[in-house]
């Protein structure tokens, strides 16, 4: 009997010890690894080259999360030159990303190592002193400010003038279109000459028109714009601010829709990305997409159509890189209606990080090392990067997957009129009701004034610090 | 006499003796539900309490915390989208509940019948509750494909019976889109119902029915008379549950529509996913305890409401 209520306590103490040491244990085990690493970690002889890179002989591990996979093969091209250093890149979806980061800085868990943000998400976590002030030692990042493109080096600032992040590309929009439809129906695929066919709205919807008639579709969404609209920043002076290009914008989604001069298809869905590779069925109600007889039939009888151009940033040469298959050195790129830009990867080291030295390395290796920079330009086939050195020495380099285009120069160009005191913290919100109402207008559900009326009520109802005036 | 007092000792001692096993007894059970209390403490009582605490604050999910009052209850009870979203949830789930235990009865009635017995049970309610065991974004993620507008076999389907001469954009149209979110609901839970349902009729004495039956009851009769007056206990237990969990409607709506918006025109924005947009997206994290703690009482109400008008109808 004794020993029956012996055990049965030493049981009950355990399951109880067992649940506070889950937790306990694993964090004391992270910290004996920790500490073990991080006397393992990268120090020895931590002198940098004057291109950002480090002689010394780096070990230990580091764990980076971001938005998209650039920094896993970044970390894979990271790991290859210093095999003593485990990465781990775990990609998070831009709409979890903030949420994530959060819960788990402000637990305050010692991992990630690396944190990333676009553009919008930065002033949030910034303010919430995630990521680590660069500008102390043993960073220094003031000494290398001169080595990147001005504006990417101020949107990695906090408001008090603190580096907090750096991202190794630039991000100016541009129109990608295929030079065999723009031959076949405009007689020619110079960039220049293309680029005139998109100059305004106006202009865009004769083009989507005259491409109609030939079978063809200007764009596979309504939405391909989206990057070049807008003048002005969403919100001024705390107050909401709707400028006349933002309603031309709504006019052009409406009369693309209105008109069936696209493909119908959803930004980032399944039939946009199966656009860029060739042929996509012209939707009709008579059409069985699923039965593959009918849709034979259906090509046969030229029910199927082809997109003419996407409207993307200039990381959009990885979307197509990894998506436009058997179209592949068919794309040229020429300007779009406006400048216009969207995106971009910022990386810095989370304030709560154990291995600071060696995620600055990282920091650095991705951002400010010419060797990377440039195996990077091949890698992705032509994304832009910040780093000047490596911008200059690429200025007239001919893009054989765009027909030997000066990608560089073209984009260069259109990076000019980059202007990111046009992005605010209010963006995401305020730009998906306004895609809302365009949405409703143009399947009918809503008139354009109730439509617009609902726009101001739900950024109201979200912000109400700001001032609305209708 | 010394008998009686050796008795009256010897009780006094057994009755300590007893006491103290019993102390003993219970101390130790103590600490077998020790592991619970700590787990619901840390994961139930100290959220719950920190969310009211937000509730009266500015807080944005971090930095310093400044106590605002009631300020953020009135902006939640003056914002029309708040209601709007109320509104959507209750229209969505008055819906799935219509459909979801009119189906679960009608299959109860149809397995239950006296005089067809149906075979195979047991399969049948594998089969009607499987939906329950999909995961939900695979859910959504197919109805989102059959229903779609253009390229939906749901459509092609219609089409082709001549039911319909040019597709219906399902999930585009304020009209259909919530009444589809009703029917995923329904879909999804019926089994579910079905199965709780069927318990309880299993739980009704066979005597009632054949008695009934031999009586000269018809099927509605029965079914009016005998199955659903017992039934009662486990409708309520459904229903009251459904509405709990139909007030908390999220993942479907969020998928389905592709944000916390809520589109078309907002009208797949349910309560949860009007929460979740000021708490995870805009970092409204005061503002959103506050709607949290508005939807909690208004499932409270709803439950206690359910309670009395099943108790009340019992009584009579």
Redesign the interface.
């Known amino acids: 009997m004794k020993l029956k209520?012996v055990v049965?306590?030493i049981l009950?103490?355990t399951?109880?010890l067992s649940?506070?040491a889950c937790g306990k244990n694993d964090t004391s085990t992270n910290a004996k690894n920790d500490t073990k690493k991080d006397t393992t970690q990268s120090t020895k002889g931590n002198e940098d080259n004057a291109d950002g890179t480090s002689s010394a002989e780096l070990s230990g591990r580091l764990v980076v999360w971001t938005l998209a996979n650039d920094l896993k093969d970044f970390a894979d091209r990271f790991m290859e030159k210093h095999p003593g250093v485990e990465v781990e890149t775990i990609v998070i979806a831009p709409?979890d990303y903030p949420?994530k980061v959060?819960s788990a800085l402000?637990g305050g868990a010692k991992e990630p190592d690396i944190i990333v943000g676009e553009p919008q998400m930065l002033p949030?976590m910034f303010?919430?002193?995630f990521f680590e002030d660069l500008n102390q030692a043993p960073y220094n990042a003031q000494d290398y400010a001169d080595k990147i493109v001005d504006y990417v080096w101020k949107v990695g600032q906090d408001e008090n003038g603190i580096q907090r992040a750096i991202s190794y590309q630039i991000t100016p929009a541009g129109i990608f279109y295929r030079r065999d439809i723009a031959k076949e129906v405009f007689g020619t695929e110079d960039p220049e000459e293309i680029g005139k066919l998109f100059k305004d709205y106006n202009t865009i919807i004769e083009t989507g028109k005259k491409l109609k008639e030939h079978g063809y579709r200007i764009f596979a969404s309504d939405g391909e714009m989206n990057y070049f609209s807008g003048d002005t920043p969403w919100v001024v002076d705390g107050k909401l601010n709707v400028d006349q290009a933002r309603y031309d914008y709504m006019d052009l989604c409406i009369e693309l829709y209105q008109k069936d001069l696209t493909a119908?298809a959803s930004q980032w869905s399944s039939?946009w990305y199966q656009a860029m590779a060739g042929e996509v069925p012209i939707?009709t109600?008579?059409t069985?997409?699923?039965d593959e007889e009918e849709l034979a039939k259906a090509s046969e009888n030229a029910e199927k159509t082809e997109v003419f151009a996407f409207g993307l940033p200039s990381w959009g040469v990885l979307i197509m890189r990894d998506n436009y298959g058997e179209t592949a050195g068919k794309w040229g790129i020429c300007a779009g209606p406006a400048y216009g830009f969207g995106g971009g990867t910022y990386i810095g080291i989370s304030s709560n990080s154990e291995r600071k030295e060696l995620a600055w390395e990282f920091v650095k290796f991705c951002t400010l090392n010419d060797e990377t920079l440039e195996w990077w330009i091949e890698f992705s086939e032509g994304d832009i990067v910040s780093y000047i050195p490596v911008l200059e020495k690429y200025a007239d380099y001919e893009n054989p997957m765009y027909g030997n285009q000066k990608t560089y120069a073209f984009w260069l160009k259109q990076a000019e009129g980059i202007d990111y005191s046009k992005v605010t913290r209010y963006d995401?919100?305020i730009g998906?009701?306004w895609g809302?109402a365009i949405?409703?207008i143009k399947?009918g559900?809503?008139s354009r004034e109730e439509?617009i009326n609902?726009f101001y009520?739900?950024v109201q109802?979200?912000?109400?610090e700001l001032i609305i005036e209708r | 006499m010394v008998l009686h007092f050796w008795a009256y000792q010897r009780g006094q001692v057994m009755n300590s003796v007893k006491k103290v096993k019993k102390r003993n007894i219970n101390n130790v059970a103590y600490l077998f539900v020790l592991p619970f209390v700590i787990v619901f403490l840390v994961f139930n009582v100290y959220p719950v309490l920190r969310t009211l605490q937000l509730s009266f604050t500015s807080y944005k999910g971090y930095g310093k915390i400044d106590y605002i009052g009631f300020a953020n209850y009135i902006r939640v009870l003056k914002d029309k989208f708040f209601w709007r979203a109320l509104g959507n949830t209750a229209n969505i789930w008055g819906v799935n509940i219509i459909v979801q235990l009119g189906l679960a009865l009608l299959l109860t009635i149809v397995f239950n019948d006296i005089k067809y017995r149906i075979k195979g049970l047991s399969i049948f309610r594998a089969i009607f509750y499987l939906p329950n065991l999909i995961a939900t974004t695979s859910v959504a993620f197919l109805f989102k494909t059959l229903m779609d507008w253009r390229f939906g076999t749901f459509n092609q389907l219609l089409i082709k019976l001549g039911l319909i001469d040019t597709p219906v954009d399902w999930l585009g149209s304020t009209k259909t889109a919530p009444y589809v979110i009703s029917m995923i609901g329904a879909w999804m839970w019926f089994g579910n119902s079905f199965i709780l349902l069927m318990a309880g009729v299993q739980g009704i004495s066979r005597d009632y029915f054949e008695a009934a039956t031999i009586d000269g009851a018809g099927r509605w009769k029965i079914f009016t008379k005998i199955t659903m007056p017992l039934l009662r206990p486990i409708l309520l237990y459904v229903t009251v549950t459904s509405a709990i969990g139909g007030i908390q409607m999220f993942d479907i709506p969020f998928l389905v529509s592709g944000g916390t918006m809520g589109n078309p025109s907002g009208k797949l924005q349910t309560a949860i996913m009007y929460l979740y947009k000021f708490g995870f997206e805009t970092y409204q994290v005061g503002y959103a305890s506050a709607v949290a703690y508005i939807i909690f009482l208004i499932i409270l109400v709803v439950s206690i409401l359910q309670f009395r008008l099943y108790t009340r109808k019992e009584d009579r």
């Open positions: 209520k049965s306590l009950a103490l399951l109880c649940l506070a709409a949420t959060q402000l949030d303010d919430a002193g119908f039939p939707l109600a008579d069985n997409v699923w995401k919100v998906d009701a809302a949405t409703a399947t559900q809503m439509a609902q009520d739900t109802s979200t912000y109400p």
